[in-house]
């Protein structure tokens, strides 16, 4: 086999799974964001493709192949050739026909379907692929944690009614247990955010990882799980302040700018404070009446109600902060961003600094929930150096839409309990998520239901990242000395390490070898002309879960020892009779598979 273990990586890598897979020569660097696997880590990438293949057939989803470019056409009428941003690699073909690398493929998957779909009768229509995405990440990082090229199982589901897809969608959910399960992964199920159309229920795998993008709400005690751009949590209105009969009156604040210089010179808490933010909303759907003008089953004209850039002023209780996730999910917008300065003194008509509710008329007020339960406040007076004091909410100011878009922290209450939150930082390995009829109306999918009347099928779609999968798997299973694959990830299962490589050990290690292949097992036999300890130091850092030694001096025995016994400090090695080494090989292995197996 080509093998290329390394002893020194690149500075670069900066995480277990990152040095591990450059040094046991899993994968290669070809680019930035571009990684090669070598044929030890394709081994180990094949078998967590099967699992996801083997449980995705388990539950009745069927394996498509569709094509990695796709027309930029299907991205037009679905929207997101204009909504996707600078993420999507999009190319022209000789004749200028507009091409997109598929960054993910609800568009393919409902192109084809739409095609192929008629009657009722063939819904649920539940596909997958494993294949080839390309995403133009800014910032590539940790290997193929992120990459731009990688590999994902995507999943897409069809369905008559809500019924069905919550019924598959299920399915999904447990499969995913499953997978990861097997994987020897321990993963982090919590809810999600839907986006800003269409969605009606999602749920994203996590890891824990130090490294991880995501924020993870955790309750200790009733189990509540949820990604901070989701997460809610109980009110806490007790800001100290009672109601006020007082007219709101304008405050003069020279060279006060903070919450924390307002507070003191006002001498309150920032809990007093509504603070307001001028934000940019890209493709909002927010009616005029606060509706949303999108998830209907008529989105495709959706497309076309969507404003590609509004303003809002967005209001908080000063202590608290918004959540841009969120936000945009209350604007129904695929993306929201702080205004520029310049903004924000044409919309204000102060300098940055003042902007507040009361008798603010050029762009719509938002409140977060915790401003209803605000009293006796201060906001800023839209004018330089002055605040407005004994601000009442509902009387001085109406928001056109009050929706719950704070970033909810560790020490905030359960929604569900009254528990105190505790958080985490968390990877995402897989998402499962109810899209509702985003695509499927958009891109004019229809068939005909029992009464021969034309129909909009509803969506789910699937999707886990294979390479982030493994990566995961070698960040929680590794020690110093390498990787420890569990057995049903490992490129192989056994490596058989000669001393030396002639005379009786060959002849040993020669019939062990066609031995274990002959009980289905993988094996991998060391017959470098390497000294002994070069030759353990790659079997450790490959992770193999099994290594045989075979020894002139321990001959006719052979030593067998676990790569996960090292990591719990069970340093001995059993000694075994060679004609009971493959059995008692077999053994092992079938027994640690049957564990993973659940
Ligand atoms: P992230 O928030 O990490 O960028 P995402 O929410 O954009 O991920 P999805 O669109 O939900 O990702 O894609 C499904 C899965 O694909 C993810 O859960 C992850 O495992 C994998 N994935 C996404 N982007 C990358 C990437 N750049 N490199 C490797 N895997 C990725
Ligand atoms: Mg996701």
Known sequence: MFMS?????????????????????????????????????????????????EEMNRIGAQ????????????????????????????VKNRVGQELVVSPTAEEAFTALIRDELSSYRQLPIIGYQINTKYRDEIRPRYGVMRGREFTMKDGYSFHADAESLDEVYNRFGQAYRRIFKRCGLSVIPVKADTGAMGGTGSEEFMVESEIGDNTLILCPSCGYAA???????????????????????????????????LSSFMNTTSKAFIKTLIYKAHN????????????????????????????????????????????????????????????????????????????????????????????????????????????????????????????VKAGDRCPVCGAEFYSKKGNELGHIFKLGYKYTASMNVTYLDENGKQQTPVMGCYGIGVDRTLASVIEEHNDSDGIIW?????????????????????????????ELLERNLEVLLDDRDERPGVKFKDADLMGIPLRIVVG???LPQVEIKERSAQRAGEKDARLVPLEEAAEYSAGVISGELEILQG
Request: charged share 25%; aromatic share 6%; with cysteine.
């Open 552 to 554: 002139e001096k321990n």
């Open 486 to 514: 569990p057995v049903s990830v490992a490129p192989f299962h056994i490596i058989i390490v000669p001393i030396k490589y002639e005379g009786a050990m060959k002849t040993a290690a020669d019939n062990l070898y066609r």
């Open 284 to 407: 909002s759907a927010l009616g005029p009446d606060g509706s949303d003008n999108s998830s209907k089953k008529q989105s495709s004209v959706s497309q076309s109600r969507s404003v590609p850039e509004r303003f809002y002023a967005v209001c908080i209780r000063g202590d608290l902060d918004v959540n841009e996730v969120k936000l945009a999910a209350a604007l129904k917008a695929s993306e929201v961003e702080l205004a520029d300065d310049e903004d924000v003194v044409r919309i204000t008509g102060a300098p940055v600094g003042f902007a507040g509710p009361v008798g603010l008329t050029s762009v719509p007020v938002i409140a977060d929930e915790s401003v209803s339960g605000m009293h006796d406040a201060v906001t800023g007076a839209l004018k330089a150096d002055l605040h407005y004091a004994h601000v009442e909410p509902g009387r001085d100011f109406t928001p056109f839409l009050t929706a719950d878009i704070r970033t």
């Open 227 to 261: 990604n901070d751009e989701k997460a809610a949590c109980a009110g806490d209105d007790d800001t100290g302040r009672v109601p006020s009969d007082t007219p709101y009156e304008a405050v003069e604040t020279p060279n006060v700018r903070t919450i924390e210089e």
């Open 63 to 90: 394996e498509f192949k569709p094509t990695v470019v796709v027309p930029g056409e299907l991205w037009r009428e679905s929207g997101r050739w204009d909504t996707m941003g600078e993420g999507m690699l999009r």
């Open 5 to 53: 273990t390394l002893r020194e990586v690149p500075s670069e890598a900066v995480i277990a799974s990152h040095r591990l897979m450059l040094r046991a020569g899993i994968i290669h660097k070809l680019g930035n964001g571009l990684y090669a696997y070598l044929p030890l880590g394709l081994r180990a990438f094949r078998k967590v493709e099967n699992i996801l293949r």
